[in-house]
């Protein structure tokens, strides 16, 4: 789920009810003690919900107070403090391990008092003998005797016309690309609330940003511009707007948030034209945490907090699937390649699941297969678009890339839902506990490689693979709560470039299809387009002092 850690995954997901700040991130701290006692009851039911297989009405989760005080005391949600009343006790909510912490915490400001994590060593092993190598190396012009020589040499040789002639394939340019990272910012956007998210079109023409503020921005980026094209005001808007989406045909975007309806909205031409697709959900309290639509354009295809995959037809203008999938709310949803026939899922289970389209059924909702390896819940997840490698995030701070072909057994499925009930710390506003930073893999963890460096915190940051054309896909690249944008090598496992700047956590990242820029949405307010600078040695080394 969006709200809590998958210590949360211990609660399952009973809960339908209370403040949509609750549920998918922090509500903010000078909410009323009200707010407070609507978060405990929320958190309470939820740890009920997982002890019980089915759901519960609302008279149901209100009977054993007992059993509800336990769990919160239990999970460090609540705790008793000397008071003025009857018993000389008072029950507080914690909001954070330290109450000074508090206001940073809620801010997504405590990115200064946590050091992520760096594998120096990463297990390379599985990745070395893996097909998404080849990939990548022959997507980089690196398989061949020229492709060890480093771009210099490479341009020595074309001047001196020993380089095929005189041109680089597109490979060879992919390979000298990789050395001219984005480093410095070339524009930027500052809001009066926190950016959710932000993503490019297809095409790279457009950029739309999401805001706490209920705006959605849509930016012209041809041509190297970053301009403010126009700025749309989100409807039926719960907390947040989380997640915006591009149609295929870049005429639309979709939006969600505490509701029970997507949005989609008409960018096309100067009138807005917006249009509810009701989900009809059975919680009370609803969200649509990721959305992602087909690459026809007639499927929308959605995450939610009762744990469900929605499929909405545009063209018969309704719900026609929803699949109860995870244990826990699923926080990311993809389609694995163009076919759009198979689906990726993403929970606070810990779970990726991988689903075809073309067989599911609600009566017997059984995926392909079950990816299993993270010790917490699944914060965002990302395909290769080759339907047979796809990245998650997680809150146990670690990217993990996976091979379809390669599903979990059973064992690994029991491990990792034990790593998960372990877990009692909330991602929201607490530090990550150095008990949660075990590196061993899990017995049954099928991974191929991981990723550590990055830090994710406070809400659910997203990675993602480099884009094809201009990287042939050899980086990952994520936000991270320390106010930073983490770049890997996917090969290596190691951290290739640390861009720093912004105040607050990046909630999330967009590398542009066919340009080398970067925008970065952060809870500072501010949105960022970042580009490569060559600069003078004697410059880099006093910005490295800087930072």
């Not at 009920?48 to 509800?68: C, F, H, N, P």
């Not at 005797?145 to 005189?166: A, D, P």
């Not at 896909?473 to 090969?491: A, E, M, N, P, W």
Request: net charge negative.
């Amino acid at each position: 789920m969006g709200s809590q850690s998958s210590s949360g995954m211990s609660g399952g997901r009973g809960s339908s009810s209370g403040n949509p700040a609750e549920q998918p991130e922090a509500p903010e701290p000078n909410q009323s003690s009200s707010s407070s006692s609507s978060s405990s009851s929320s958190s309470s039911s939820r740890g009920r919900g997982r002890r019980t297989a089915d759901r519960q009405t609302a008279s149901e989760e209100d009977v054993d107070l007992a059993e509800v005080l336990a769990y919160l005391l239990r999970r460090g949600q609540v705790r008793l403090v000397h008071g003025s009343g009857a018993t000389g006790l008072q029950l507080v909510q914690s909001y954070s391990d330290s109450d000074e912490d508090s206001d940073g915490a809620w801010d997504g400001r405590l990115g200064d008092r946590y050091n992520p994590p760096v594998d120096t060593q990463p297990d390379t092993h599985e990745v070395d003998q893996s097909e998404i190598r080849t990939q990548i190396m022959l997507a980089t012009g690196s398989l061949t005797g020229k492709g060890r020589h480093g771009f210099t040499h490479m341009l020595t040789e074309r001047r001196q016309g020993r380089w095929r002639g005189s041109s680089f394939s597109h490979g060879e340019c992919s390979r000298i690309r990789t050395h001219f990272l984005p480093n410095y910012v070339s524009h930027k956007d500052t809001y009066q609330q926190k950016a959710f998210c932000g993503v490019y079109s297809e095409d790279g023409g457009m950029f739309l940003s999401a805001c706490q503020d209920q705006n959605i921005r849509l930016y012209d980026t041809t041509r190297g511009r970053f301009h403010l094209r126009r700025t749309v005001k989100a409807r039926d808007v719960g907390w947040s707007v989380l997640d915006v989406c591009f149609t295929p045909d870049g005429q639309n975007v979709l939006y969600s948030s505490w509701s029970d309806y997507i949005h989609l909205c008409s960018i096309d031409g100067d009138s807005e034209n917006h249009t509810a697709l009701d989900l009809n959900p059975d919680e009370r309290r609803f969200c649509v945490f990721s959305l992602a639509a087909s690459t026809d354009g007639n499927e929308i295809l959605g995450g939610a907090n009762d744990g469900c995959l929605y499929v909405f037809d545009l063209e018969q203008n309704k719900r026609t699937l929803k699949i109860d999938a995870h244990e826990d709310d699923v926080n990311a949803v993809a389609f694995a390649d163009s076919s759009s026939q198979l689906l990726f899922s993403g929970s606070d289970d810990a779970l990726c699941k991988v689903w075809d389209r073309r067989t599911l059924r609600e009566d017997r909702p059984q995926p392909v297969g079950q990816l299993a390896g993270h010790r917490d819940g699944i914060t965002f997840i990302h395909s290769k678009g080759d339907a047979r490698y796809l990245i998650s995030n997680s809150k146990d701070q670690s990217i993990k890339l996976w091979d379809v072909r390669k599903f979990s057994p059973k064992e690994g499925l029991a491990a990792s839902r034990l790593a998960v009930t372990q877990q009692n710390w909330d991602y929201r506003w607490q530090q990550v506990p150095q008990r949660a930073l075990k590196r061993h893999k899990l017995t049954g963890d099928t991974s191929v490689m991981t990723y550590r460096g990055h830090g994710v915190l406070h809400t659910l940051i997203r990675s993602r693979f480099s884009p094809e054309f201009t990287t042939g896909q050899r980086f990952i690249y994520s936000g991270c709560s320390t106010g930073k944008i983490i770049i890997y090598d996917v090969l290596t496992g190691a951290v290739v470039s640390r861009l720093s700047g912004h105040e607050a956590c990046v909630r999330d990242v967009s590398w542009h299809p066919y340009e080398d820029n970067i925008v970065s949405s952060s809870w500072d307010g501010a949105v960022r387009m970042w580009e490569h600078r060559q600069t003078h040695p004697l410059e880099e080394e006093r910005e490295r002092d800087r930072v």
